[in-house]
């Protein structure tokens, strides 16, 4: 009988180690299910999924590599504004430096979040810490869709994304700065945890038309990016194919991922997307084989 191997991966999830509202292993048990070839699990800020999956047992003929989601700081000279996030894949997970890092980002969510419940009490919103660490659970670090979501649960707006348009999104009344680590130096480290390093979602970096010049991506490989997160949820078929022609142009690895959070972002599947996101797993293999 012929065995038709999962064609297709996801290498953009977050559990409930971040902002996620699937376990490690809830995650490894629906990508099992829906018969994905591989996957990697990319906290924010935390290796903590990758661990903890792996603690758990990566189901037989499932790839898995450990992932992470960098929050950093978008290099000054770069047009427009947006998020910066870098993935970092195959990295090692005692690395001490990468480690240290980490516990510096989250550090500082922690120093964010009881100013983030100031602002929304002073809109006169009954809310606790505990009631928002209730909403990411013993072991996850809380982020602003745990905020949102306890925002919706006791009625406060209409829907989650109010809870951003109106409050926690940038600009935003209750919307609070955090520190974030220079592109460069997250892109450094990364490799330094002997990890590939890759730009998350180059739409969401806000660059004008969502496209990015040349020199944008001269820069970035100057700092030592290696790949570029081409096929992504939001990304239109036009800018999948502008990225591509960006990683052929410029030899970047191409990777891609639904940034699946669970009930967080629930038209957001796993190894789905919006229901046309395909993942090739060639992309994976290439990630896996990169010296
Ligand atoms: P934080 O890590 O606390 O800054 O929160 C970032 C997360 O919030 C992102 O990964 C998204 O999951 C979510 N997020 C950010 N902006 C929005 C928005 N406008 N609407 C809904 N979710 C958002
Ligand atoms: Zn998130
Ligand atoms: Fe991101
Ligand atoms: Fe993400």
Redesign the pocket.
Known sequence: MDFDPPACVDLHI?TSA??GTFSPTEILDLASHIQLGAIAITD??TLDGSRAALTAGIPQRMGFITGVEI?AERPALFPGKGSCHILGYRVNLDDRNLNQTLARLQNA?KD?NPRILERLQSFGFDLTMDDIQQAAGPKGQ????HF?QVMLNKGYVPT??A???DY???GKPAYVD?YRVECSRAIELIRAAGGIPVLAHPALLGTPGRRLEDSVVLALKEMGLIGIEAYYTEHTPAQREHYLELARKHGLLVTGGS?F?GK??PRTKLGRGRGNLQVPIDLYHALNSHA
């Not at 809380?142 to 869709?145: D, E, V, Y």
């Open positions: 977050h971040s902002d924010h800020d929050s969510r964010r809380l982020g602003r869709p949102a989650f994304s809870a951003f348009d926690l999104a940038t955090k940034d959070h967080f972002k």
